[in-house]
């Protein structure tokens, strides 16, 4: 059984099977902090499983707008907006205080800001470089668990 963990602190996410780390990538979870307040631009703790993916056969770059493919963004475009780009792993809560997660289109996806991995810089959403999201996408299936965590890996 896949299992995806996401530690805030770390801004890591680590794919384990049946308890075995698997993988590791450097992620940006929000700017804004942690919560679920709708609108609020935050990234929910809590447990959630991936409900939908998208960008399956999207070459990397491809802009994603309401999950649908809707351009291309080469690294030479000059955009100051956050973009989902590349793949979309869209995340359900499971656990009761995160039940609006769904309706807050909380992903993980990847991002034209590259640059900003590794540091809190997100809107809510856990953003990966596009090559790690497409390698994530290929090895995680919907039905997938996912923790986010405000804990360090031990």
Known sequence: MKTLIVSVPAQEVRLYDNGEPVNSWPASTSQFGLGTEEGSNKTPLGKFRICEKYGGRAREGTIFKG???????????????????????RLEGISSEVTNTYLR?????????????????????????????????????????????????S
């Open 67 to 89: 999950r649908k493919a809707s351009g291309h963004w080469s690294s030479s475009d000059e955009v100051d907006s956050d973009l989902v780009l590349t793949r979309i792993l």
């Open 105 to 153: 289109y909380i992903y993980f996806h990847g991002t034209n800001q590259e640059n900003l991995i590794g540091h809190p810089s997100s809107h809510g959403c856990i953003r990966l470089r596009n090559s790690d999201i497409t390698t994530l996408y290929s090895l995680v299936s919907v039905g997938t668990l996912v923790e986010i965590r405000n804990t360090s890996f």
